[in-house]
Nanobody, 114 residues
Framework: QPQLVESGGGSVQAGGSLRLSCTTS????????MGWFRQAPGKEREGVAT??????IRYAESVKGRFTASQDNANTLYLQMNSLKPEDTARYFC?????????WGPGTQVTVSS
């Protein structure tokens, strides 16, 4: 089954940037939908950048124009986050899903101060 490990989180001031990475192993991209999610304290986990059934990346309205998801041909996913806001503070997770089953990494914390 897929193993995923996120990195690149940290503390930044509002307006700053971070680039998250997610290294994957134990599977190939084929057949899996990859995505980035986040969860803030006291809130439900929400999709940030996820692939739909057509393969297109869909971004949450709150991050459109600021976040960009990508992946290389090897085994790494990226989430470039620009113009960060305090409300982006959350633990960020990458996921691999197939047939409604989700696999998650442990997450990486992003804290944005005003």
């Amino acid at each position: 089954q897929p193993q995923l490990v996120e990195s690149g989180g940290g503390s930044v001031q509002a307006g700053g940037s971070l680039r998250l990475s997610c290294t994957t192993s134990g599977y190939t991209y084929s057949g899996y939908c990859m995505g980035w999610f986040r969860q803030a304290p006291g809130k439900e986990r929400e999709g940030v950048a996820t692939r739909d059934s057509s393969g297109q990346i869909r971004y949450a309205e709150s991050v459109k124009g600021r976040f960009t998801a990508s992946q290389d041909n090897a085994n790494t996913l990226y989430l470039q986050m620009n113009s960060l806001k305090p409300e982006d503070t959350a633990r960020y997770f990458c996921s691999a899903s197939r047939g409604g089953v989700y696999f998650w990494g442990p997450g990486t914390q992003v804290t944005v101060s005003s």
